[in-house]
T-cell receptor
Framework: GENVEQHPSTLSVQEGDSAVIKCTYS??????FPWYKQELGKGPQLIID?????GEKKDQRIAVTLNKTAKHFSLHITETQPEDSAVYFC??????????FGAGTQVVVTP | GAGVSQSPSNKVTEKGKDVELRCDPI?????LYWYRQSLGQGLEFLIY????????KSGLPSDRFSAERTGGSVSTLTIQRTQQEDSAVYLC?????????????FGDGTRLSIL
């Protein structure tokens, strides 16, 4: 089955700097890659997603890139702010919408 | 509009008891998913409902776990004879359809603690 690996597990950045989280997947049939942000005590919140027919997508300070050949995708957060501190999860869609999640990245933005 | 609603938000019970967790999906969403998140871990798929199709139960960890979805809307996840390893946050998500590429929207989960 699908396996998603996510790195790093923790990421500490200074406010204003950029943060990059990387994920790799194993199943070349995967075609949908969402990213979720989870704050303490809350459910995951979808922040951006990308489909396999697109190489890059941007939404304000957040961007996602996808390399289908290498089977990896990355989340880029620019001009980080303290409110960006959270756990971020990548995921890949295997079949019929079922998602396989990475283990998560704890992002800490220090003022 | 209203998002995915889960109840209870917290549940503490003794080992061996049965528990029921409830999920109200976003109105009009035909696909509903249950995931489990153990402390400090990623999300683990449990079960998936799409319309009137047979559910995909491939992620259920044992026959103590079951789920149903009545009237194509509300879903209940039942855990029988709970064990301490069942302690986790149980998350529900819904999407407009069950096709790939449809965003899944999550509730805030039920935090289950087995004593």
């Amino acid at each position: 089955g699908e396996n998603v690996e996510q790195h790093p597990s923790t990421l500490s950045v200074q406010e204003g700097d950029s943060a990059v989280i990387k994920c790799t997947y194993s199943d070349s049939a995967s075609n949908y890659f969402p990213w979720y942000k989870q704050e303490l005590g809350k459910g995951p919140q979808l922040i951006i997603d990308i489909r396999s027919n697109v190489g890059e997508k941007k939404d304000q300070r957040i961007a996602v890139t996808l390399n289908k050949t290498a089977k990896h995708f990355s989340l880029h957060i620019t001009e980080t702010q303290p409110e960006d501190s959270a756990v971020y999860f990548c995921a890949a869609s295997i079949t019929r919408g079922k998602l396989q999640f990475g283990a998560g990245t704890q992002v800490v933005v220090t003022p | 509009g209203a998002g995915v609603s889960q109840s209870p938000s917290n549940k503490v019970t003794e080992k061996g008891k049965d528990v029921e967790l409830r999920c109200d999906p976003i109105s009009g969403h035909t696909a509903l998913y249950w995931y489990r998140q153990s402390l400090g871990q990623g999300l683990e798929f449990l079960i998936y409902f799409q319309g009137n199709s047979a559910p995909d139960k491939s992620g259920l960890p044992s026959d103590r776990f079951s789920a149903e979805r009545t009237g194509g809307s509300v879903s209940t996840l039942t855990i029988q004879r709970t064990q301490q390893e069942d302690s986790a946050v149980y998350l529900c998500a819904s999407s407009t359809t069950g096709k790939n590429n449809q965003p899944q929207h999550f509730g805030d989960g039920t935090r289950l603690s087995i004593l």
